[in-house]
């Protein structure tokens, strides 16, 4: 099989969503699964709705576009990037609903979707501290009532984001904040919000611990069913697996090396001082090269299996300190992924995606020279 590989198992990809509806269910909260982690992948996406996901969102309109080969009807396609006025067309023909931060895009998406005879749903972002998007809370009531004269738009709701620019905690007070200006606009509307979306895999802890989710109704998942995380301190969370993927790569040199290098030392290729080997005073190690690069994946978020550690990478290259295992070239080693590496392996051209289903996904042993991370 090719290698450098990430081999998804659908299987648990379905039970993390699963787990998390069931959770958020009696809390009134629903799940929208987001797949931008995972590059629209149709089968992921359909993993996410069998697991229980009301809808599927990503960041990306080709990402929706390829999302919506295999969802149904009815299931909601979110764009949750504020639209570029140069892709209206196609966020009003691939989205049921935008996430939105103005007027100027709003009334894009008003335009394009009366010349498809459409309408489009729209859900406002408001600002509650992070300072990624989002509209200032003051301006909410009245770009609410804007949207509401858009013949083709429907104000779905209200939603925000945390986490993600600044690292904001979502907690009772800022979530508290996004369910006073529903029941404001909902008042200056006379009509009530379908939607309030209170944000992403960081709002897990919050949602399945506080005694007031208040208007909150859904949240828009991807980390947290993906890799089983909470985004704050990167977490496992309780039930939910951390192992959906794993990327396997092939040893292409093995052997006995000195432990420190030789010569004058300055950069390395991508510009920093190696440090001194740790542990290797001045005898060998066993070192090993797989034939994986930052072409293929984050470094950050590698996890090597069980007595492996990792000494370096460039661009085409995974130098590891094999330990007592002996690696021979073309042996395989599997290795965890952590969020930032997921989306660098999943965009790269050079990674193949494997994904398994249900019999498969028992059936597969470690074959030998295969060292699972624990
Ligand atoms: C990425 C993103 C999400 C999902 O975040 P996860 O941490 O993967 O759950 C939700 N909402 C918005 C606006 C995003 O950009």
Not at 338 to 359: D, H, K, N, R, W
Request: charged share 20%; net charge neutral.
């Amino acid at each position: 099989m090719s290698a450098p590989r990430l081999v998804v198992d659908l299987v648990k990809v379905e039970a993390n969503t699963r787990q998390l509806v069931e959770q958020l269910r009696p809390r009134g909260i629903s799940v929208t699964g987001v797949t931008k982690a995972a590059l629209g992948s149709p089968e992921i996406g359909a993993a996410m709705l069998r697991g229980g996901a009301i809808g599927l969102a990503d960041s990306r309109i080709e990402n929706l576009t390829r999302l919506a080969a295999g969802a149904p009807a009815s299931a909601s396609r979110t764009l949750i990037r504020s639209p570029m006025i140069s892709q209206v067309d196609q966020v009003v023909r691939h989205a049921t609903t935008s996430l939105n931060t103005g007027l100027r895009v709003l009334d894009a998406l008003d335009e394009a979707a009366r010349r498809q005879r459409r309408t489009h749903q729209v859900v406002l972002m408001v600002e509650l501290g992070d300072l990624r998007e989002g509209i200032a809370p003051e301006d909410v009531i009245d770009l609410a009532l804007t949207t509401r004269t858009r013949r083709r738009l429907r104000l779905a709701g209200l939603g925000t984001n945390l986490a993600c620019q600044n690292g904001v905690v979502p907690d009772d007070r800022n979530m508290g904040e996004l369910s006073r200006l529903v029941e404001e606009v909902e008042a200056a509307t006379g009509e009530s919000l379908a939607v309030v979306s209170g944000g992403n895999s960081a709002n897990l802890p919050w949602a399945l611990s506080t005694s007031a989710v208040g208007r909150i109704n859904d949240l828009r998942i991807g980390e947290a069913i993906l890799l089983g995380t909470e985004p704050l301190h990167r977490t496992v969370l309780p039930g939910l697996h951390d192992d959906a993927f794993r990327l396997v790569a092939e040893v292409i040199e093995a052997g006995v090396k000195p432990s420190q290098p030789w010569g004058a030392l300055a950069q390395t290729a991508y510009g920093e001082l190696a440090p001194l080997r740790a542990g290797g005073g001045s005898g060998t190690t066993r070192q090993a090269i797989l034939a994986l690069g930052r072409q293929d994946v984050l470094l950050e978020g590698l996890v090597p299996p069980p007595g492996i550690t990792i000494l370096g990478m460039s661009s085409d290259h995974l130098v590891v300190d094999c330990g007592d295992h002996r690696l021979a070239v073309g042996d395989e080693l599997t290795f965890g992924v952590g969020y930032g590496a997921l989306v660098q392996a999943m965009t790269s051209p050079f990674v193949a995606v494997v994904l398994t289903e249900p019999a498969a996904a028992r059936g597969r042993a470690a074959t030998p020279g295969t060292y699972l991370p624990s």
